[in-house]
């Protein structure tokens, strides 16, 4: 495996061949903020909250993806990079209809937790207010989709990790739903009732019932041990 | 030429409120009325969220009661789940209850209406209030705040948070009462004592000097609603709702929350956004009656408690029948804080108060379900509808302020022909009409489950309809 050296915010850093820059960063305590990103899924870039400079580039280019090569320099925390960040939250926070106040992840949403780390004080966008419903037939678990962002970690960990595939994204663009099986309720899919996507999704679109004004921190920090099991196995 | 007088905004008060009065054309107050004038829509945007949801969603509507919101609503969840919540778990929320109870029944004590009641309905309008009362009777000042933080405080104790606390949910509270928070209540308990008799005290020696002003504060017959138990003492969270008439006979008793629509209506008037709540047998407006403080002590034989019990003694000797004044609602609102800390000290000596066991589960069991408390105010009920997923699909809230909507705007007439005379007024008397709304401490925001602050405007209107003065502040 061949060893590259690049400098990430000034540090000068070696690195395994291969390795994606926001797994560099990571390795070495240099913080990117990540959203769809979750260790033990693979990355779709989607977010774009992982967005960095790479100097001699004018493109910007998603930290989860990108690949590192031989005397790259990465710029992770730019006004510019940070301006864009903010943009991104204020779009997610605009787009459907989030009230962290009585929201069951309250206190434990990623999202909420990344705008106050951005420094995310109003959103200045007009805030769309989309009429959108709630699935409350399965037993144990409610999907919200007022509150999702799409980040489609409930599609990967079902189809990844658990191997059902029961999640799936329908429509286009800002129409677009996460929906179970071909667009049934979760209650008749067949779902596995593992639980794993409730685990993963970052906000609270998708919740465990009994959880309802209790604290519902989210736990997926079991991903990679089910893949080190499996490929030891 | 007739005139119309409007009070807008009326302050102090919780949520927006205006007043017209409208004079005949010898410049006579000829008809009053007390408009609320907010919509918020809480029960349509309800719809479609999961019901186990709704007491977080519902205690929004209002932070001075939270609480009263989050009881009702966490009881109307639980009929729809058919369950009976754990012994420890129904006496934390009553405690929960009695707190919100005391700090509301201060706040509009002390520092909403003792301004009035201490420097005088025509004192200066600038120093009329709660740091104009602290300057005047600092005792009285202090006592006022330090009620307002015991029942604050031990809301925070038991929910974690001073307002809008997520502790209750259907079926229970999420956390037991743990033994230092219990000690750390029971210590509050001699100061509380302390202020609350040095109220008592203090608006005896001060009430005799308002003798006209209890003459024309909604001083009229009137039917009365509010919760009692089954030995006839009172009660704020659970037990049953009985109406009386005017000379105090039972018109009905025993209505449970489920039996709520069965005989209370709602009335529209095109003036104000809250409704006007009615019994139905009699009709509106004949069925109208009057909720809060001064109803519940007309309405009960006892408090339960032998403190508050010597105090219902010596107010019910006012009257041999029920007392009719809502001057009175201010005397009422001392004895239940009385009783509410004694109620407090009794429920800690519940030996299971400490159980763990304070939260049952449910799914959707049936598919409508109700709840009804006393709130500081008076009556709330909520009444919900699910879908077989548990998802809401109508919601209806009934509050004090609509129960008493009729009073109040019967009231202001009462009050405004009193004080308003030939076309004119004094500020002194404006704010009397504005202080007869206040006795009645209405919540505008959760009666229209309304959005923003609460001023209010005096509006005087002649009979073309010309507005010929306003008062805003």
Same mark, same amino acid.
Request: charged share 20%; with cysteine.
């Given at each position: 495996?061949?060893?590259?050296?690049?400098?990430?915010?000034?540090?000068?850093?070696?690195?395994?061949?291969?390795?994606?820059?926001?797994?560099?960063?990571?390795?070495?305590?240099?913080?990117?903020?990540?959203?769809?990103? +979750?260790?033990?899924? #693979?990355?779709?870039?989607?977010?774009?909250?992982? +967005?960095?400079?790479?100097?001699?580039?004018?493109?910007?280019?998603?930290?989860?993806?990108?690949?590192?090569?031989?005397?790259? &320099?990465?710029?992770?925390?730019?006004?510019? +990079?940070?301006?864009?960040?903010?943009?991104?939250?204020?779009?997610?926070?605009?787009?459907?209809?989030?009230?962290?106040?009585?929201?069951?992840?309250?206190?434990?949403?990623?999202?909420?937790?990344?705008?106050?780390?951005?420094?995310?004080?109003?959103?200045?966008?007009?805030?769309?207010?989309?009429?959108?419903?709630?699935?409350?037939?399965? &037993?144990?678990?409610?999907?919200?989709?007022?509150?999702?962002? +799409?980040?489609?970690?409930?599609?990967?960990?079902?189809?990844?990790?658990?191997?059902?595939?029961?999640?799936?994204?329908?429509?286009?663009?800002?129409? #677009?739903?996460?929906?179970?099986?071909?667009? &049934?309720?979760?209650?008749?899919?067949?779902?596995?009732?593992?639980?794993?996507?409730?685990?993963?999704?970052?906000?609270?679109?998708?919740?465990?019932?009994?959880?309802?004004?209790?604290?519902?921190?989210?736990?997926?920090?079991?991903?990679?041990?089910?893949?080190?099991?499996?490929?030891?196995? | 030429?007739?005139?119309?007088?409007?009070?807008?905004?009326?302050?102090?008060?919780?949520?927006?409120?205006?007043? /017209?009065?409208?004079?005949?054309?010898?410049?006579?107050?000829?008809?009053?009325?007390?408009?609320?004038?907010?919509?918020?829509?809480?029960?349509?945007?309800?719809?479609?969220?999961?019901?186990?949801?709704?007491?977080?969603?519902?205690? @929004?509507?209002?932070?001075?009661?939270?609480?009263?919101?989050?009881?009702?609503?966490?009881?109307?969840?639980?009929?729809?789940?058919?369950?009976?919540?754990?012994?420890?778990?129904?006496?934390? @929320?009553?405690?929960?209850?009695?707190?919100?109870?005391?700090?509301?029944?201060?706040?509009?004590?002390?520092?909403?209406?003792?301004?009035?009641?201490?420097?005088?309905?025509?004192?200066?309008?600038?120093?009329?209030?709660?740091?104009?009362?602290?300057?005047? @009777?600092?005792?009285?000042?202090?006592?006022?705040?330090?009620?307002?933080?015991?029942?604050?405080?031990?809301?925070?104790?038991?929910?974690?948070?001073?307002?809008?606390?997520?502790?209750?949910?259907?079926?229970?509270?999420?956390?037991?009462?743990?033994?230092?928070?219990?000690?750390?209540?029971?210590?509050?308990?001699?100061?509380?004592?302390?202020? %609350?008799?040095?109220?008592? /005290?203090?608006?005896?020696?001060?009430?005799?000097?308002?003798?006209?002003?209890?003459?024309?504060?909604?001083?009229?017959?009137?039917?009365?609603?509010?919760?009692?138990?089954?030995?006839?003492?009172?009660?704020?969270?659970?037990?049953?709702?009985?109406?009386?008439?005017? /000379?105090?006979?039972?018109?009905?008793?025993?209505?449970?929350?489920?039996?709520?629509?069965?005989?209370? !209506?709602?009335?529209?008037?095109?003036?104000?956004?809250?409704?006007?709540?009615?019994?139905?047998?009699?009709?509106?407006?004949? !069925?109208?009656?009057?909720?809060?403080?001064?109803?519940?002590?007309?309405? %009960?034989?006892?408090?339960?408690? $032998?403190?508050?019990?010597?105090?219902?003694?010596?107010?019910?000797?006012?009257?041999?029948?029920?007392?009719?004044?809502?001057?009175?609602?201010?005397?009422?609102?001392?004895?239940?804080?009385?009783?509410?800390?004694?109620?407090?000290?009794?429920?800690?000596?519940?030996?299971?108060?400490?159980?763990?066991?304070?939260?049952?589960?449910?799914?959707?069991?049936?598919?409508?379900?109700?709840?009804?408390?006393?709130? $500081? @105010?008076?009556?709330?009920?909520?009444?919900?509808?699910?879908?077989?997923?548990?998802?809401?699909?109508?919601?209806?809230?009934?509050?004090?302020?609509?129960?008493?909507?009729?009073?109040?705007?019967?009231?202001?007439?009462?009050?405004?022909?009193?004080? %308003?005379?030939?076309?004119?007024? /004094? $500020?002194?008397?404006?704010?009397?009409?504005?202080?007869?709304?206040?006795?009645?401490?209405?919540?505008?925001?959760?009666?229209?489950?309304?959005?923003?602050?609460?001023?209010?405007?005096?509006?005087?209107?002649?009979?073309?309809?010309?507005?010929?003065?306003?008062?805003?502040?």
């Amino acid at each position: 495996m061949g060893v590259k050296t690049l400098i990430i915010d000034g540090q000068e850093l070696s690195a395994r061949a291969g390795q994606t820059i926001l797994e560099v960063a990571r390795e070495n305590d240099i913080n990117i903020p990540t959203l769809c990103h +979750l260790e033990g899924l #693979s990355n779709v870039g989607a977010c774009r909250l992982c +967005l960095v400079e790479i100097k001699g580039s004018n493109k910007l280019l998603p930290a989860c993806v990108a690949n590192i090569h031989e005397g790259m &320099e990465v710029v992770t925390n730019s006004e510019r +990079l940070k301006k864009h960040r903010r943009v991104i939250l204020e779009l997610l926070f605009a787009e459907r209809n989030h009230i962290c106040a009585v929201c069951v992840s309250n206190g434990h949403c990623e999202l909420q937790a990344l705008a106050q780390e951005q420094g995310l004080t109003h959103i200045n966008l007009p805030y769309r207010n989309p009429a959108l419903t709630v699935d409350a037939s399965h &037993e144990r678990f409610t999907v919200d989709h007022n509150r999702c962002i +799409l980040c489609m970690r409930c599609v990967r960990a079902c189809a990844e990790i658990e191997g059902a595939h029961i999640w799936d994204v329908m429509g286009r663009g800002i129409d #677009s739903i996460v929906i179970t099986d071909l667009h &049934e309720e979760w209650g008749s899919s067949a779902c596995t009732r593992c639980g794993k996507c409730v685990q993963c999704c970052p906000t609270g679109a998708l919740f465990d019932k009994s959880k309802i004004g209790s604290d519902h921190p989210k736990y997926p920090d079991f991903l990679p041990y089910l893949n080190l099991m499996r490929e030891a196995r | 030429m007739t005139q119309t007088i409007t009070i807008d905004p009326v302050t102090r008060l919780e949520g927006h409120g205006k007043i /017209t009065i409208m004079l005949d054309s010898q410049g006579q107050v000829e008809d009053a009325h007390f408009h609320v004038t907010q919509v918020r829509g809480f029960e349509k945007f309800s719809e479609g969220r999961p019901f186990y949801e709704m007491p977080s969603l519902m205690a @929004r509507i209002c932070g001075i009661c939270p609480v009263s919101h989050l009881l009702a609503s966490a009881k109307a969840c639980e009929a729809i789940m058919a369950v009976r919540i754990p012994h420890t778990a129904a006496q934390l @929320r009553r405690m929960l209850n009695m707190a919100q109870m005391v700090q509301s029944h201060a706040l509009s004590f002390f520092h909403l209406s003792s301004p009035d009641l201490l420097l005088g309905m025509e004192s200066d309008p600038r120093t009329r209030n709660i740091f104009g009362v602290a300057a005047a @009777r600092p005792d009285l000042g202090l006592a006022g705040i330090g009620l307002r933080r015991f029942g604050q405080h031990i809301i925070e104790l038991l929910g974690s948070k001073r307002i809008h606390t997520g502790w209750v949910v259907p079926g229970g509270v999420t956390e037991p009462l743990s033994a230092a928070h219990r000690d750390e209540i029971l210590s509050m308990l001699p100061e509380a004592f302390a202020n %609350v008799k040095l109220a008592l /005290t203090a608006y005896k020696q001060i009430a005799d000097s308002f003798k006209q002003e209890i003459e024309v504060f909604a001083n009229f017959p009137s039917n009365y609603l509010g919760l009692i138990n089954e030995d006839e003492s009172i009660e704020f969270t659970d037990g049953a709702l009985r109406l009386i008439d005017p /000379t105090g006979t039972i018109i009905e008793d025993g209505m449970t929350a489920h039996r709520f629509t069965e005989v209370i !209506g709602e009335a529209v008037e095109n003036y104000s956004y809250t409704k006007f709540v009615y019994y139905k047998p009699l009709g509106y407006p004949q !069925g109208s009656y009057r909720v809060g403080p001064l109803p519940r002590l007309n309405i %009960v034989k006892s408090m339960g408690t $032998p403190q508050a019990d010597a105090e219902l003694a010596f107010f019910k000797q006012m009257s041999a029948g029920p007392i009719e004044s809502s001057f009175h609602y201010h005397h009422a609102r001392l004895v239940e804080a009385l009783y509410g800390v004694e109620n407090i000290e009794r429920i800690l000596a519940d030996p299971l108060i400490l159980d763990k066991h304070v939260r049952a589960t449910a799914g959707v069991n049936r598919l409508e379900g109700a709840g009804q408390i006393e709130a $500081p @105010r008076g009556t709330l009920n909520h009444h919900y509808k699910v879908d077989e997923n548990g998802k809401i699909t109508w919601a209806n809230l009934v509050v004090a302020t609509g129960h008493n909507n009729k009073a109040m705007n019967l009231g202001v007439l009462q009050s405004a022909k009193a004080y %308003v005379k030939d076309g004119k007024f /004094t $500020p002194g008397a404006l704010n009397r009409v504005e202080a007869v709304i206040r006795a009645f401490d209405p919540c505008l925001s959760c009666s229209t489950h309304a959005f923003g602050q609460m001023p209010l405007v005096m509006t005087l209107v002649n009979a073309d309809g010309e507005v010929v003065d306003q008062l805003i502040r």
